[in-house]
């Protein structure tokens, strides 16, 4: 599978190579150092995308399909449309809300928009609020932002009109869909790291 390397070397250069304890989850899960055969492939790609194998793809392992079937979706939604700080906003955001507040995806993608971005901590805790606020993207990422939060927030405020405005800003249909399964993605990826307190791995 290949993704971009360049986002990894730098995934890398920000977290390091901090390795969370696998017994630490309240189902523990197949270490790196444990990792063989089929999950141990699937993390050799996952080390060479992101430079590590942070802890919430890690626990997919406890059901090596569901690791398999994970780590395919990633491929299927490596959209080149989708820059690396517009879903590292997005994931932050999402898991940022009041009802799902999640630490580790917080501050996992607030790490990458510091070290990576540049971004202050005044708009990171502005957008963390409200994605009008990402004043660092241009109106067409604000926009498809907005939208993918909107879906995690407040799905029945969705509208036609919000959906025919990206399209007008030139988002596919193609990425409309893939900016909905990102974000409720992170929705399920919140709820999993929370429930098993999945240790924090930077």
Known sequence: MKLLTKAALAVALT???ITASASESLVPYTSV???KGEVKAIYDQVK?????????IAQHSTNPAMLKVLWSQFGALNNENFSQKLQAMMRMSVSAADALYCD???GFNEGMLINMFKLDMKEIN???KDPRNATSLNEKDKKMLIFMVDATRNPKK???AQVDELRKLGWS???IFDGLKMSTQMVAMTLMVDTLKI???F
């Open 15 to 17: 977290f390091g190579s």
């Open 33 to 35: 150092k444990d990792a």
């Open 48 to 56: 060479g995308a992101f430079g590590m194998v942070p802890a919430p």
């Open 104 to 106: 580790y995806c917080v």
């Open 126 to 128: 502005a957008v963390k």
């Open 158 to 160: 969705v509208d036609k």
């Open 173 to 175: 249909n193609k990425d």
């Open 199 to 201: 240790p924090r791995d």
